[in-house]
């Protein structure tokens, strides 16, 4: 089926030695680019992928995920539509069952409620209900995230609601080197994907991006497996599990933490169904320590998830728990308020500081 | 059509609005310059402004009361300000301040003041629904209270639109829905989105009747929205109302509208009705001067807002955990009153039968 990872990118001939040196990437892309790259590509090997939403033309998507494309593809491809989210990302589910490749994009994730039928009671079940003799090979894309004060209704990031509902793919990006393998990857899907990306990570002009998901991106196409957590900074003393956004914020408290001699992990999950539970696992058997840090909300969401998964498993190799998340409340527009709910950079070192101070506890 | 104190009043409305949202537009650019970050600033997140529609807005609350019901989209200013919402505290609560309507919580696109009547939403045609509930509720209640639900062009293929002129037409509630016809949504022109250039027809499949006002010219949409609400006031049930309104600025601020072509945003411009209406004010005999008056104050009142605004605190972060929920909680109690179910009897009896 597709490639997998280019870590030594070889021909795929003789499968003798896996030592061959990697090849070096000197490009460096922002998330934005490196996603697009993905669907022009696949669009051009394929004349059955399009890409519908609003805004996705002239303006090339709100934010980014379409730049460029139009010039490339054209109105027919790349299609303007109503503000019509039940009709267009229903459209995108029968065209996906007639066997074309659709894409749509949902702006934002938080417009999921004028929609949700077509993307629970269809896209994510006509492929069980039917005993798998209809598939939906479609990716819906959609904007997630807050830090930039756009409220209740513009800020959510509902990875556990998407994750939660059986049938669809999970897929939440944290870098461009993966924005692209796991567009590639989407695309490809026999399965319905939804591709999740934070708007503070795509190098948005008006949204200034850290410094970390703009990254070297091989030219060439290549896939990231689902399924397969990245372990971007390693440690022993503490499993910090996350993803999107909040990598980065978990790499600059690992770095901080670092200075006191606090050694952590840092685990991007990258695609939460399928969730790969046995890197986290294995993580924690050599650390003891986890946390979870997630900029969805804290009940019944991927934190509880997680470490549910752990200990269901793993009881014994966990010494402490912490999960950081957005504490139950919706996000409130206002700037001391939504910086107390989103976790911070801080609120991530304390929660390290925290677990491990549980270590030699009352038991 | 109305007396000339009438038309003096719309006229007070838009250019309050107008000069509102200029001063908005100054206090949301600083700290986003030389380059645009939209979190930076006193006012963070998204902006849409609404400048060249205020006739809209003007025209048809004109004709509406404090218990009247207003729903807006995301482009809400010019509608809060003709509906008669607290200035100061809209403003606060713009600014993220702890005496904002909404205690900082809701920002621009999501303003609530119970006692004008009015509420706002950032979700397309979303407002619809609940307008109709309002509707609902007066006409539960026989009261003669109206509900208007304002909506952008871009929203009239949406279905919680749609669904609800079919509701409010067939249980005949007191709404009126009013389409701005700004002729973008976002950077899609409305051709592109929709074969039906005059969206009023939208009312024909509901039996419902269906105007559009071609210009925005504020007497004409005062008119149209005064048979229209008197209609839903006696009884007669709801009415579509289309206007056509300019959009002088972008989107939201910071859109840098690459999409539309210059003719547009210039026609846009040149086509001012807060001027069309001083016009006609003019010529039925309104001196220069009062009109000048009506803006100075209006100004007076607007840069008091703004200043008030600016004095006050912010919240502390700790407020984000209050308001989940109604607090305190009426009707309820913390204690579950003990009944004798005779469980454990009907337990016992069942198990036994079965074994
Ligand atoms: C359900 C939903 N889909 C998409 C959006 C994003 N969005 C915000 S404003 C807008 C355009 C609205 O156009 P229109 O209704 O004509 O109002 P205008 O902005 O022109 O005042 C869109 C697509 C949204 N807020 N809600
Ligand atoms: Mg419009």
Request: net charge negative; hydrophobic share 40%.
């Amino acid at each position: 089926m597709a490639e997998s990872e280019p870590e030594p990118e070889q021909e795929p001939e003789p499968e003798t030695e896996d030592d061959a040196e990697p090849q070096v990437v000197e490009r460096d892309l922002t998330m934005s680019r490196a996603m697009v790259e993905a669907i022009a590509h696949e669009m051009r090997e394929d004349e059955e992928v399009f890409y519908m939403g609003e805004d996705v033309a002239d303006y090339g998507g709100i934010f980014d995920s379409t730049e460029g494309l139009l010039e490339e593809f054209g109105h027919d491809r790349i299609m303007d539509v109503p503000i019509s989210e039940t009709a267009y990302i229903g459209a995108a589910v029968g065209a996906a069952q007639e066997g074309m490749r659709p894409i749509a994009e949902l702006m934002f994730v938080d417009f999921f409620g004028v929609c949700m039928d077509q993307i629970y009671n269809q896209m994510a079940k006509n492929t069980y209900m039917s005993g798998a003799s209809v598939s939906v090979p479609m990716v819906l894309t959609t904007a997630v995230g807050g830090t930039y004060n756009d409220a209740a209704q513009h800020s959510q990031t509902l990875y556990g609601t998407f994750a939660h509902l059986p049938g669809m793919k999970v897929v939440v990006p944290s870098t461009a080197y993966d924005a692209k393998g796991l567009m590639h990857n989407a695309i490809r899907d026999d399965d319905p994907v939804v591709y999740m990306f934070h708007k503070r990570l795509m190098g948005i002009g008006w949204m200034p991006a850290p410094d970390g998901p703009k990254t070297p991106v091989p030219e060439e196409a290549y896939t990231i497996p689902f399924g397969s957590a990245d372990v971007k900074r390693e440690g022993e003393d503490v499993t910090v599990v996350t993803l999107g956004l909040h990598v980065h914020r978990a790499l600059e408290a690992a770095a901080e933490l670092a200075d006191d001699g606090i050694d952590a992990e840092v685990i991007d999950l990258r695609t939460l169904v399928p969730l790969d539970t046995e890197t986290v696992r294995e993580s924690v058997a050599k650390t003891g320590h986890l946390v979870v840090v997630d900029e969805d909300y804290r009940s019944y969401g991927v934190t509880g998830e997680i470490i549910a998964s752990v200990a269901e498993d793993r009881l014994a190799d966990l010494e402490g728990v912490e999960r950081v998340a957005v504490p139950d409340v919706p996000l409130p527009y206002s700037r001391p308020m939504e910086n107390e709910v989103i976790p911070s950079v801080e609120d991530v070192a304390a929660a390290v500081r925290s677990v491990r101070s549980t270590e030699s506890g009352a038991e | 059509m109305g007396g000339v104190t009438e038309l003096q009043a719309m006229f007070e409305d838009m250019v309050t609005a107008r000069y509102y949202e200029e001063r908005l537009q100054e206090e949301y650019l600083e700290g986003k310059q030389p380059a645009f970050d939209i979190s930076a600033g006193p006012i963070p997140g998204e902006l849409h402004l609404a400048a060249g529609q205020e006739a809209a807005a003007a025209g048809v609350c004109r004709h509406l009361r404090d218990d009247d019901t207003v729903t807006a989209p995301h482009r809400p200013h010019h509608v809060a300000i003709a509906k008669g919402v607290d200035l100061k505290r809209m403003t606060a609560e713009i600014f993220g301040r702890e005496t904002g309507l909404c205690g900082g919580k809701g920002g621009h696109m999501h303003l609530f003041d119970p006692d004008a009547g009015f509420a706002c939403s950032g979700i397309i045609a979303e407002g619809c629904p609940p307008a109709v509930g309002a509707g609902l509720a007066a006409s539960k209640r026989n009261e003669d209270s109206v509900a208007v639900a304002f909506l952008g062009e871009g929203a009239i293929s949406q279905g919680g639109f749609l669904e609800s002129l079919n509701l409010a037409a067939v249980r005949e509630l007191p709404v009126v829905f009013v389409i701005e016809d700004n002729d973008w949504a976002i950077s899609m022109p409305k051709e592109r989105v929709s074969d039906v250039a005059d969206g009023s027809r939208r009312a024909e499949g509901f039996d419902m009747p269906g105007t559009r006002v071609d210009s925005d010219d504020a007497i004409a949409v005062s008119d149209a929205a005064k048979e229209a609400i008197g209609r839903a006031r006696d009884r007669n049930g709801p009415s579509l109302l289309e206007v056509q309104v300019h959009r002088r600025m972008g989107h939201f601020m910071g859109d840098p509208q690459t999409y539309r072509p210059e003719a547009d945003q210039e026609a846009a411009a040149d086509r001012d009705s807060i001027e069309r209406l001083a016009a006609e004010l003019r010529r039925r005999g309104v001196e220069d001067e009062t009109l000048e008056s009506i803006r100075e104050d209006a100004h007076e009142r607007v840069d008091e807002a703004i200043e008030w605004a600016k004095d006050q605190p912010e919240p502390s972060p700790e407020d984000a955990y209050e308001d989940v929920f109604a607090n305190p909680p009426s009707g309820v109690t913390d204690e579950e009153p003990a009944y004798d179910l005779g469980t454990d009897a009907r337990a016992g009896a069942e198990s036994g039968g079965d074994d």
